[in-house]
Structures are given as C-alpha cells and as structure tokens.
Nanobody, 115 residues
Framework: QVQLVESGGDLVQPEGSLRLSCAASGSIFSIHIMGWYRQAPGKQRELVATITSGGMTNYADSVKGRFTISKDNAKNTMYLQMNNLKPEDTAVYSC?????????WGQGTQVTVSS
C-alpha cells in the first residue's frame, strides 16, 4: 500500500507563490505516475499536473508557465511550485499516485488566493 500526505497549503495574495509537498511512503513500484489535482467549491475535480516515474511532465493549460511539478526521489516527495497565483487557483489540492490497477489519494491541502 501507498500513503500520501500533502502539506504546504496556505492563504496567499494574488501574484504570490506557494510550494506544495506530497510525502509518499509504502510500496511504490518503479513504474508509476503521480500528479496533482484540485477541486474548487461547486466545481469538478480537475487535473493540474502529472509526472511519471521517468520524469515526464504534463500540465493543464490553465497552469502552464506558472506551475512546476517535480520529485525528489531521495526524500520520496513530490512538489508543486506555484507562481503568479490567481484567485481562480483557489481549491483543495490533492496528491495522486497510480500504479498497476491501483490509485492512491492524499487527503488534500487547501490553497486560498485572495487579497
């Protein structure tokens, strides 16, 4: 099994920056994909970014050029660096890992962008 714990969510002003972390533990296979999702109140959950075990990344159009997904394998931690934040980025951000036929989720961390 895999355990995922997010941290780093906070209240931040527009145009500010924030870094989210996802600490992973357990049985993580060599081939997997991890990602960040977010869900705002009253809206569907949406994909923010993904990163494969090989380091390939993908981003939602809404965050391209502003967000960067990365991993530190030594620390078993995934990050989401968020720059130039906008009010519409406000959401609960959740960490996700998929391997074989199993999907794991963290409990999420709140990001609020407001002046």
């Amino acid at each position: 099994q895999v355990q995922l714990v997010e941290s780093g969510g906070d209240l931040v002003q527009p145009e500010g920056s924030l870094r989210l972390s996802c600490a992973a533990s357990g049985s993580i296979f060599s081939i997997h994909i991890m990602g960040w999702y977010r869900q705002a109140p009253g809206k569907q959950r949406e994909l923010v970014a993904t990163i494969t075990s090989g380091g390939m990344t993908n981003y939602a159009d809404s965050v391209k050029g502003r967000f960067t997904i990365s991993k530190d394998n030594a620390k078993n931690t995934m990050y989401l660096q968020m720059n130039n934040l906008k009010p519409e980025d406000t959401a609960v951000y959740s960490c996700n890992l998929r391997q074989l036929i199993t999907t794991y989720w963290g409990q999420g961390t709140q990001v609020t962008v407001s002046s």
